[in-house]
Each structure stands twice: as structure tokens, then as C-alpha cells.
């Protein structure tokens, strides 16, 4: 163009050309710059903060790390289990982060390499855990093993599934057999992984008669495996437990291996006792385990080893199949899964792993031996001396029967009986262990719930001892913690039936049977506007309890006071915690029953106060305005005028005499004034009889808390020590009384309601039985009325007076 321009003759216009041209540049880069910026700003907003810019330094990052995993400072810490991770827990660690920079080799050396560890590994696994000429899987997910092994076996018992798919299963439906003391969603999980219908699957039902109860039925197994047969089903596999997943029980795995080779069924077994395979004493049920065809080990909680896959170890001969079903791969990074555990083996060695399993097997042992002497304590595990897995749960024995509480109700007790006594157990069984856990965090306790025997305490060590660390000395710190609840749980349990007898002997008050509250019971105070038969919140109710829980809990008692809707039912309630044997169920209920009496006549002195104050302020408004108009007319409407009447008023003032009206809170009535302004003091009002409280006034020892009895029937205390007692309680009603009897006295005979005793002093207008001018005040309104000091309703009058005067 520049060119062009240079052939036009006229200068101006070529002047004017290149002047539009370098306009024409200057708008094109700006509307690109815009262009640009718009772009940045638009991409920006779609990238999340951490991502925008050039990056953030390794510090940065770590930081944010570190907040993420502990929290924020503002945040109150929780009391969570700190896993204690050892030298063996970092080179498992390494392991990781090995496997990264392992999988940069070249293909030769990465696949020598990852065979050598993976063969390494399945060596010592089959050699520690007596389990000769096994392979192993590595997987992350515990049940994935499972899963691959029954692949495996489908492939191996149908020879045509890899053609025909699920049609060879159609005209044959495989059956797993599962133990009903299983880990729960187990069958699920392997049905949903297979594409299988849960019609395929089988649950086992335990011993009922003879044996364990948490241990499978072999003879009815084997009548389940007939009628399968005879239905055109093929039984496919067998999941045995070594440690049942509950309580650690074993079943007969010996017996069960026989009935699997006759069928031809598959045997896997799982388990935490598996690892009693690595000690040199081994009980005849799990060592049978080495028989069977595969087993799933989770050596990471057993060695406190973190982040380590669990294995399963199993038999076959068909490489071409075990390919198939998925329990052998060649990528490189499925086999580096080992690298963690094969590292952390070596660093143990045999003496480290079979110390660390022995450890744990000797925490249970001792457990065990110390539970046996505890009162009120039953273990459930029946083989002692195999299970490393101790589940014990409080229990109390039944009234008017020797047996102890269990599912089948005694002969001679009803069955709602052993129903509610089994509930209650259940809630007290639920408060020990959270309460052994918050005491003795490192023990690893587990509250779980049976079928049979209700809520149990499980202690675990082989699973939690080497992640938490725990040692002999918090075995006997839980047992200490153990006994030291024990009397609380027995005088709850029986406190109870005294506390209902007492709530249903006092009027207004409901006993609510809660059997998932662990205290002595629950109460709910019925109001005069309570409906009994509605199920829904009651607002006047919630009011009054929540008063009531605080008064409660103003009393520092050792008693713990809650409130939470009735069990069944959106009414509010008051929950009463564990008591000890020196509580006073009477004088609870008695106070529960008063305090909430009074807070409901306080409630409503409020309310109807509130209107009485209200209607005497208009009758006041009214009568002021009827005095005004008989002022107008009695003075005359010259003196109305502002000029005029100033004038007349001076030369003939009007002797009017200053009128007023009075409220007086305590009759409820309106007065006039005229008696305060001739006699500068205010009218006499009258005084109402007190207000009744509780039906008897117990008298405390100094330091004595709320709710304990001060004087026990029992045989060790002495009959000299009990006189005395008594002796010393008299002297304190002599004191008490001392100054009330010395005033009188003081003061002379008793006056009726309503005169005063005049002090020295005084004036003389006092002495005729004059109300002073500060008992009209609100404030002074309760000690009118002889109800104790309500200082909440005080203000509650005040406040309500105001409003109404404003």
C-alpha cells in the first residue's frame, strides 16, 4: 500500500492515506489486546484458584497438606485414634513412592525386577503362613481376592463359560455358600462383581443346638448341599471363617474340607486368626486351614503396617485359566503392589512378625484371664485358648430367677420381662464401651451389636495393637476402668424400678420407658394444657422443660440431667444419667415434680398478670379521662384560656387537690392517689398467703451434694457413730432455728397479716401499718407474694409492665 500511496501526485491525500492506515494498526492491535485480556480473564474464571498463575512452591503445597490432615487451629481437636506408624510403618511408606520411580526402568529391567519381588514375596507369604506351593494376589480391596477366586472356580467348573457366557450358568446355576456369621454385604459384593442373581447365593445358619452359636452347621450344610444337587444346582464354592468377623470364632474347617473334597465345592477361608499360622503353637481347627484352596490374609493391621495390600494365597494348576480369572496380570504396575510388603518383611524379619502376632495373641490371653475375675462380666468367645478376639458385655442376672439374662427367656420369667431387662442391658453395654474407648483410647474397643446376645465390647488386638501401639499396661488400665464402672452399672440397673415407682406414684409426672437410654429413666412433666393422646411437640411443654433442665443442672449434682424427644414421640422429655448407690430417688423425683410445678405457676402469674396489668391500664386511661372532663367543667372554660385564664388564676386561684390512680400488683386493683399526696405515704396493701413448695425441706451436710442420702441402713456402721449423726443433725435445726425464735422474741408476739414491725427510726406514719413506697415497685413483687426468688420471672414482669406501659 505504501507503495500505491507513493503514486499519488497530490501530497495531501497521500498524506491522508498513511494517516489512516496507522489508525486502521492502532484500533486493529487494540480490539487483539482486548481480545486477548477477555480471553485470559474468561479462562481464568473457569480454572480453580489453586491451578491459576505459574504454580506454587513444594512448601506451599505441603502446608496445605498439613492443614487438610490435622484440621484448622479454630477447631476443637477430636479425640480420634492416632495410628502409630514405626520404622516398618516408613519403609512401607517408601514402598510407594519406590514403585513410582521403578516404573521409569526400561521394559527388561522393570519386568526382572517386578518378577523378582513378586516372587520374592509369595515365597515367604506361603513359607510364614504354612501354606506350601501357593500363589498370591495382591489386591487393595479386602474382598477382591474373593472375588477373583470365584472367578476362577466358575472358569474351572464350567469348561465351556469362556464360548457360551452366561448361558452355561442358566442351565446351571452355581450356589455360594456363605456362613451367616459372615462379614455383612460380603454376598452382595460378590454377586455384584460376578453379574450373578442372589438366588446364587446360600447363607449357612450357625449351630443352634451344640456348639458355638457364631459357628457354621456342617450337618446342615451338607442337607442344603443335597437338595442343591437334586434341584440341578452346582455347588460352586464354600467362604469358611477363621476368626469369624463378629466375635473370632473358628468353624470345624477340618470337617468342612472333607465335605468340600466330596462335592467337589471350593474352599476359601478368611479371618483374623489366620495369623496364630505364623506361631510355633497353632489350635487344630485353624491349622486345618492349610488344606483348603485358597485364603485371604491382611498382614498391614497385623504388622502395623500401613497402606499394604492384602493377599490372597490360593492353589491351582491351569496358568491359562488363573490368566482368565484375573488373578495374574503383566502389567508392571499390578505386580509392583508387592514392593510395600515386600520391603516391610524383610525389614521385620520372621523374629518381628511372629513377635508382633505373639504380642497381640498375649493382650487378648491377659484380657481374658483378668475378665474372668470382674463381677457382672461374661466373655463370649467359648475357645479361649485359639481366638485372639475377647467379646465381653455387662450383664445382670434376672429377678427371681438363677440364670442369667440371655435371648431364651427363663422358664419362670415372662418373656416382656427378658425383653425390657435385654434392652436395658443393651443401653448399659452401649455406655461402657464408649465410655472404656474415651478412657483407654489405645486398647482399639468396638461396640457392636449380636443377634443373640445384644450389644457387646470386642477387643481386637491383632488388628489394632501394632497401629495403635498397645501395650500390657493398657490392658490393665481397661480392666481397672472395667471394675471401677461396674457399681454404677448395677446401681443403675437398680435404681430404675425405684425411679418408675416413684414417677408413677407423683402427680404430674409420666415415667417414658426409653430402652435405648442408658440412665436410671426418663420423665416428662404433663402441664395442664398437655394433650396425652397427640404424638406431636408440644411448644408450652418444651418451655417448661427446657426451665426445668436448667434448674436441674444449676444444682451441681453428680447426676447428669438431658433433654430430648420422648422415645416414639416428638414431646420433649428429661433423661436422667447413671447414678451411684447413695442417690435419693425420692428427693429427685420430689424436686423434678416442684421444680416444674413452680416454673408452670410462674409461667402463667405471668401471663395473667400481663392482661390484669393491661386492663387496669385502660380502666385508669378512662377514669383520667372522666376526672379531666369534671376538672373542665368545675373551672370553668375562661380559665381554659391560655392569657385569660393565667389572670384568673391569680386574682382567684382554684384549691384543686392533686388526683392520681395507683395499680396495685398485689390485688390487682386500681386506687387513687389522694392518700399518698395528703399523707406523703402510700395506702396499706394486702399481703397474700405464701406460696406452697416442696412437702418436705431435707436438711444437707456442709458439702453434701443435691440427690445423695446422708444417713445409710448398713451393717457397718455403728450404732454410736449413727447417735452421733442424729445428734449433730439436731444441733443444726438448733441453729437454724436459733435466730427466727430470737427475732420473735426480740420483736414481741407474732403480728397478723398485714401489720409491720416498726425499726428505731422510723417516721411516725410507718407505725400505723403503712405500705411503703417502694412495695408497689415490680421488683419487690415475688417477696409480696412469699414465692422464693424467681429472679428470671422478675425480669419477665418487668419487661412485660414496660411493654404494656409503653
Not at 521409569?104 to 513378586?118: C, Q, Y
Not at 451367616?180 to 443346638?209: E, I, K, W
Not at 518383611?345 to 475378665?371: F, N, T
Request: glycine letters at 8%; proline letters at 6%.
Amino acid at each position: 500500500m505504501d507503495a500505491s500511496l507513493e503514486k499519488i501526485a497530490d501530497p495531501t491525500l497521500a498524506e491522508m492515506g498513511r494517516n489512516l492506515k496507522e489508525a486502521m494498526k492502532m484500533l486493529e492491535e487494540s480490539q487483539r489486546r482486548i481480545e486477548d485480556e477477555n480471553g485470559k480473564k474468561l479462562m481464568s474464571e473457569d480454572i480453580p484458584g489453586p491451578l491459576q498463575g505459574s504454580g506454587q512452591d513444594m512448601v506451599s503445597i505441603l502446608q496445605l497438606v498439613q492443614n487438610l490432615m490435622h484440621g484448622d487451629e479454630d477447631e476443637e481437636p477430636q479425640s480420634t485414634r492416632i495410628q502409630n506408624i514405626g520404622e516398618q510403618g516408613h519403609m512401607a511408606l517408601l514402598g510407594h513412592s519406590l514403585g513410582a520411580f521403578i516404573s521409569t526402568l526400561d521394559k527388561e529391567k522393570l519386568r526382572k525386577l517386578t518378577t523378582r519381588i513378586l516372587s520374592d514375596t509369595t515365597l515367604w507369604l506361603c513359607r510364614i503362613f504354612r501354606y506350601e506351593n501357593g500363589c498370591a494376589y495382591f489386591h487393595e480391596e479386602e474382598r477382591e481376592g474373593l472375588a477373583k477366586i470365584c472367578r476362577l472356580a466358575i472358569h474351572s467348573r464350567y469348561e465351556d463359560f469362556v464360548v457360551d457366557g452366561f448361558n452355561v450358568l442358566y442351565n446351571k446355576k452355581p450356589v455360594i455358600y456363605l456362613s451367616a456369621a459372615a462379614r455383612p454385604g460380603l454376598g452382595q459384593y460378590l454377586c455384584n462383581q460376578l453379574g450373578l442373581p442372589f438366588p446364587c447365593l446360600c447363607r449357612v445358619p450357625c449351630n443352634t443346638m451344640f456348639g458355638s452359636q457364631h459357628q457354621m452347621d456342617v450337618a446342615f450344610l451338607e442337607k442344603m448341599i443335597k437338595d442343591d444337587i437334586e434341584r440341578g444346582r452346582l455347588p460352586l464354592l464354600l467362604v469358611a471363617n477363621a476368626g469369624t468377623a463378629a466375635v473370632g470364632h473358628t468353624d470345624k474347617i477340618g470337617r468342612l474340607k472333607e465335605l468340600c473334597e466330596q462335592y467337589g465345592i471350593w474352599l476359601h477361608v478368611e479371618g483374623v486368626n489366620l495369623a496364630t499360622l505364623a506361631l510355633g503353637y497353632i489350635s487344630s481347627s485353624v491349622l486345618a486351614a492349610t488344606r483348603c484352596d485358597s485364603m485371604t490374609l491382611t498382614p498391614g493391621p497385623w504388622l502395623g503396617l500401613p497402606a499394604v495390600p492384602a493377599v490372597t494365597l490360593y492353589k491351582h494348576d491351569d496358568p491359562a485359566l488363573i490368566l482368565v480369572a484375573g488373578l495374574t496380570s503383566n502389567k508392571p504396575a499390578d505386580k509392583l503392589r508387592a514392593l510395600p510388603l515386600w520391603l516391610s518383611l524383610q525389614y521385620l524379619g520372621l523374629d518381628g512378625i511372629v513377635e508382633r502376632i505373639k504380642h497381640a495373641c498375649q493382650l487378648s490371653q491377659r484380657l481374658q484371664e483378668s475378665l474372668k475375675k470382674v463381677n457382672h462380666i461374661k466373655i463370649l468367645v467359648e475357645d479361649e485358648l485359639s481366638s485372639p478376639v475377647v467379646v465381653f458385655r455387662f450383664f445382670q442376672e434376672l429377678p427371681d430367677s438363677d440364670s442369667v439374662l440371655k435371648a431364651v427367656p427363663a422358664p419362670n420369667v415372662a418373656p416382656a420381662t427378658v425383653s425390657r431387662e435385654r434392652h436395658s442391658c443393651d443401653a448399659l453395654n452401649r455406655w461402657l464401651g464408649e465410655q472404656l474407648k474415651q478412657l483407654v483410647p489405645a486398647s482399639g474397643l468396638t461396640v457392636m451389636d449380636l443377634e443373640v446376645e445384644g450389644t457387646c465390647v470386642r477387643f481386637s488386638p491383632l488388628m489394632t495393637a501394632s497401629v495403635l501401639g498397645t501395650r500390657g499396661e493398657d490392658v490393665d488400665q481397661l480392666v481397672a476402668c472395667i471394675q471401677s464402672k461396674m457399681p454404677v452399672l448395677t446401681c443403675t440397673l437398680q435404681l430404675r424400678e425405684e425411679f418408675k415407682q416413684e414417677v408413677e406414684g407423683t402427680a404430674g409426672l409420666l415415667y417414658v420407658d426409653d430402652p435405648n437410654w442408658p440412665g436410671i429413666g426418663v420423665v416428662r412433666y404433663e402441664h395442664a394444657n398437655d394433650d396425652k393422646n397427640s404424638l406431636k411437640s408440644d411448644p408450652e411443654g418444651e418451655n417448661i422443660h427446657a426451665a426445668l433442665l436448667k434448674k436441674l443442672n444449676e444444682l451441681e449434682s453428680d447426676l447428669t440431667f438431658k433433654m430430648g424427644p420422648e422415645y416414639k414421640s416428638m414431646k420433649s422429655c428429661i433423661y436422667i444419667g447413671m447414678a451411684s448407690d447413695d442417690t435419693d430417688v425420692s428427693e429427685l423425683v420430689e424436686t423434678i415434680a416442684v421444680t416444674a410445678r413452680e416454673i408452670e405457676e410462674n409461667s402463667r402469674l405471668l401471663e395473667n398478670m400481663t392482661e390484669v396489668v393491661r386492663k387496669g391500664i385502660q380502666e385508669a386511661q378512662v377514669q383520667l379521662q372522666k376526672a379531666n372532663e369534671e376538672r373542665l367543667l368545675e373551672e370553668g372554660v375562661l380559665r381554659q384560656i391560655p392569657v385569660v385564664g393565667s389572670v384568673l388564676n391569680w386574682f382567684s386561684p382554684v384549691q384543686a387537690s392533686q388526683k392520681g390512680r395507683t395499680f396495685n400488683l398485689t390485688a390487682g386493683s386500681l386506687e387513687s392517689t389522694e392518700h399518698t399526696y395528703v399523707y406523703k405515704v402510700q395506702g396499706t396493701g394486702v399481703t397474700p398467703p405464701p406460696t406452697p413448695s416442696g412437702t418436705r425441706i431435707k436438711q444437707r451436710l456442709p458439702g453434701q451434694k443435691p440427690f445423695k442420702r446422708s444417713l445409710r441402713s448398713s451393717d457397718a456402721v455403728s450404732e454410736t457413730s449413727s447417735v452421733s449423726h442424729i445428734e449433730d443433725l439436731e444441733k443444726m435445726e438448733h441453729l437454724s432455728s436459733g435466730p427466727a425464735q430470737n427475732a420473735q422474741e426480740t420483736h414481741g408476739p407474732e403480728r397478723p397479716p398485714g401489720d409491720s414491725v416498726q425499726p428505731t427510726g422510723q417516721p411516725e406514719a410507718l407505725q400505723d401499718g403503712a405500705q411503703r413506697p417502694e412495695d408497689d415497685h415490680p421488683q419487690y413483687l415475688k417477696a409480696e407474694r412469699g414465692c422464693p426468688g424467681e429472679p428470671d420471672t422478675e425480669h419477665a414482669v418487668q419487661h412485660s409492665l414496660g411493654g404494656v406501659l409503653k
